[in-house]
């Protein structure tokens, strides 16, 4: 069992920059792929970035690529997700979650925290 609580999200210009953080429970963080997803207003959840068991490999959705950055610290049971050049369109309750494996579809993710509400205005 893996419980996720995600922290960070707020209100920014747009350009500004947000880091959001996700702190897991349980002794087998460093044994789950980890990843990021967002919800806006409307709209359906859609994929933002995942990472590896090892952080070796990354993922990211097209209209964020170059501009966010997905990482882990698995001594921490943390993962994090850097927003820099961050859009209106970026405006979404963003969710952290939690798979077995890098490859399976973010969708499919065993666990899910309750989400942080990141605005972005312009």
């Known amino acids: 069992q893996v419980q996720l609580v995600e922290s960070g999200g707020g209100l920014v210009q747009a350009g500004g920059s947000l880091r959001l953080s996700c702190a897991a429970s349980g002794r087998t963080f460093s044994s789950y792929a980890m990843g990021w997803c967002r919800q806006a207003p409307g709209k359906e959840r859609e994929f933002v970035a995942k990472i590896s068991l090892n952080g070796g490999s990354a993922a990211y959705r097209d209209s964020v690529k170059g501009r966010f950055t997905i990482s882990r610290d698995d001594a921490k049971n943390m993962v994090y997700l850097q927003m820099n050049s961050l859009k209106p369109e970026d405006t979404a309750v963003y969710y952290c979650?939690?798979?077995?494996?890098?490859?399976?579809?973010?969708?499919?993710?065993?666990?899910w925290g309750q989400g942080t509400q990141v605005t972005v205005s312009s």
């Open positions: 979650a939690a798979g077995k494996t890098f490859l399976t579809a973010i969708r499919d993710y065993d666990y």
